[in-house]
């Protein structure tokens, strides 16, 4: 099964902070990767799908981009509302796999 | 408007089987495509996927779970049933059902439904 390693497995920042969450894969994925956001009690958010498109209604501030297996998700300007946990997802091949996810808190 | 919602016991002992439902609205699983997958989430931990099912009846499974679970559709419901045999208490957890948007995310998913295994 691919390997999704998320780093850091948490942070601590501040609004206005631009923030960068790293997704690693054990091998290829086609650039067929997902990035939700997840509140507490609540289901996850599908933030960008294909490692870089913005789902609809998603606020600009967040983007995502790829370097091989290496899968990035900023957050430009850290909102209130973004405080929340970040998992990653491969689409690529079965079985799929999220990764350890990152809880960004409030410093 | 896409939605989905789980549905299933609260609670479930030792060694039986659970049966959790899925039932959807704004879209058919008989669409060329379209899938509806299983996660769950144990509490504090992270999510896992469990299985999907598509529009054709292609299913895929975890491997790790494989032998105990099912998953089937009824479009004139517009329900997916997921079963997994012999709980156990490390599978208490919270259970989502998604929308599988053309094999790249899930972009619609279940409010989840909390699992509790014990005796």
């Known amino acids: 099964a691919i390997q999704l390693t998320q780093s850091p497995s948490s942070l601590s920042a501040s609004v206005g902070d631009r923030v960068t969450i790293t997704c690693r894969a054990s091998?290829?994925?086609?650039?067929?990767l997902a990035w939700y956001q997840q509140k507490p009690g609540k289901a996850p958010k599908l933030l960008i799908y294909?490692?870089?498109t913005l789902e609809t209604g998603v606020p600009l501030r967040f983007s995502g981009s790829e370097s091989g297996t290496d899968f990035t998700l900023t957050i430009s300007s850290l909102q209130p509302e973004d405080f929340a946990t970040y998992y990653c997802q491969q689409f690529s091949k079965y079985p799929l796999t999220f990764g350890g996810g990152t809880k960004v808190e409030i410093k | 408007q896409i939605t989905l919602k789980e549905s299933g016991p609260t609670l479930v002992k030792p060694t039986q089987t659970l049966t959790l439902t899925c039932t959807f609205s704004?879209?058919?699983?008989?669409?060329?495509?379209?899938?509806v997958g299983w996660i769950r989430q144990p509490p504090g931990k992270a999510l896992e996927w469990l299985a999907l099912i598509y529009w054709d009846d292609d299913k895929r499974y975890s491997p790790s779970l494989n032998s105990r679970l099912t998953i089937t559709k009824d479009t004139s419901k517009n329900q997916v049933v997921l079963k997994m045999t012999n709980m156990d208490p490390v599978d208490t957890a919270t259970y989502f059902c998604a929308h599988d948007y053309g094999d790249y995310a899930f972009n619609y998913w279940g409010q989840g439904t909390l699992v509790t295994v014990s005796s």
């Open positions: 294909d490692a870089s």
């Open positions: 704004g879209f058919a699983l008989t669409t060329s495509g379209v899938g």
């Open positions: 091998q290829g994925i086609s650039s067929v």
